[in-house]
């Protein structure tokens, strides 16, 4: 890490900082700089060293802000839960929520193979779920795309073979109502799988960021 004096650390933090609300950012560049004053100016550098490059810093205080506003927002969005618009617009803004919190957990000071194979791990996870999703959309495609001439080739049945004809009509109808029910609950599983991965990411954040001078803060 570059050698910083506070002067210099402040205002690299400060511009890392940029992007948060300027009530949060008051906050943490307040306590970063009660933090600094508490120790006094001769251990000026062994702080510097305990909080980490102020590039990492800000990666963390970005993650526990997310993770706040996303417990703070819990109770809105269980009531909120059976609304699909509000689903179409929040899912988004959890995929970035999401984002922001892993490069929390990168910046977090714990061993880089400890790190990566929790990443591997999650990342290995939400691989197979999108590949389970992917794989119920392909499904539900197929099956609507063989109702369609189905449907319609029941209707030339009647005409010439009136059992053949039902038969194809219901079988037509049972393809389409199984694809509809598929893309139902595809559409229920992400909208509930997203927030609950933002928790377990979260929860797993929580953890580990304890061991940062700064999580003390909260």
């Known amino acids: 890490m570059n050698k910083y004096n506070r002067k210099d650390y402040m205002r690299d933090l400060a511009y890392h900082l940029r992007d948060l609300q300027k009530e949060e950012f008051e906050d943490a560049i307040h306590y ?21 490059s102020p590039q990492k810093l800000a990666a963390t205080i970005r993650a526990e802000s997310t993770i706040k506003k996303n417990q703070s927002k819990q109770n809105t969005n269980n009531n909120e839960s059976n609304n699909p618009y509000y689903h179409q ?23 880089l193979p400890l790190v990566l194979a929790v990443f591997l791990l999650v990342l290995a996870f939400f691989i197979v779920i999108a590949s389970l999703i992917v794989a119920g959309i392909a499904c539900t495609i197929a ?5 369609i001439p189905s449907f319609i080739s029941s209707f030339v049945l009647l005409g010439t073979n009136f059992m053949a004809g039902i038969t194809a009509l219901g079988v037509s109808f049972i393809l389409l109502g199984v694809g509809l029910l ?27 960021s ?4 700064y999580a003390a803060q909260s």
């Not at 617009?89 to 061993?111: C, E, H, Q, T, Y």
């Not at 304890?210 to 001078?213: E, G, I, N, S, W």
């Open 32 to 52: 970063v700089e009660e933090y600094f004053d508490e120790a006094g100016e001769e251990n000026e550098q062994k702080v510097i060293d305990e909080l980490g």
């Open 89 to 111: 617009r929040s899912n988004g803004k959890d995929l970035k929520a999401l984002w922001i919190i892993v490069l929390g957990i990168f910046a977090l000071p714990i061993a």
């Open 143 to 147: 099956l609507i795309i063989v109702a």
């Open 182 to 208: 598929l893309l139902a609950a595809l559409s229920m599983a992400i909208t509930r799988f997203v927030p609950w991965a933002i928790r377990c990411v979260s929860n797993l954040f929580n953890r580990f």
């Open 210 to 213: 304890h061991r940062r001078p």
